[in-house]
């Protein structure tokens, strides 16, 4: 599989009967032509953002989030002040309690950031949904998410 992905040369050279070797001549860049990308500060905020978000107010370890994101701790932490000048704006905070991040708010607060600063959502227009209008996306799909979130918005008492 790793070969396929290798525009070139293979990145992993095996002989019958002598193993498997990494080829000298090929580097992790040449398998993967997004290693650049994947590491670029402002997606790595926009998907740390997106994580906080999704699952606030649950806490996220600093060291789990570095690892994830293939960052040191206090590249973490730098983040988490770029971020936090994001969520002021939503009367959000993004606090640290024993190591842990978490966003602190009221839930209306939260949905509101998540609407407006994660692109996936203000994608969709959950009004026209409602009335049936032709919509870019799957439409069974769409109305199958509208169906859960009116249902956890009614379990939880949340208008």
């Known amino acids: 599989v790793i070969n396929k992905d290798c525009p070139v040369e293979a990145f992993i050279l095996s002989e019958k009967g002598r193993g498997f070797k990494l080829n000298p001549r090929s580097s992790l860049v040449d398998v993967d032509g997004n290693f650049t990308e994947a590491f670029d ?7 740390l953002l997106e994580r906080l978000l999704l699952t606030a107010p649950k806490p996220h370890s600093i060291y789990d989030l570095g690892e994830e994101f293939y ?4 590249v973490v932490l730098k983040d988490r002040q770029i971020l936090q000048e994001s ?16 966003i602190d708010g009221d839930e209306a607060q939260i949905r509101s950031a998540i609407l407006n600063l994660l692109p996936m959502f203000n994608q969709l227009d959950l009004e026209q949904i409602t009335q049936n209008k032709v919509q870019p996306l799957d439409g069974e799909l769409a109305h199958f998410c509208l169906g859960l979130l009116i249902t956890l918005e009614r379990e939880l008492g949340v208008n």
């Open 41 to 47: 500060p402002e997606v790595r905020r926009e998907k």
């Open 71 to 74: 960052v040191s701790e206090s």
């Open 87 to 102: 969520l002021a704006i939503y009367g959000l905070d993004l606090k640290m309690r024993q190591r842990k991040l978490f």
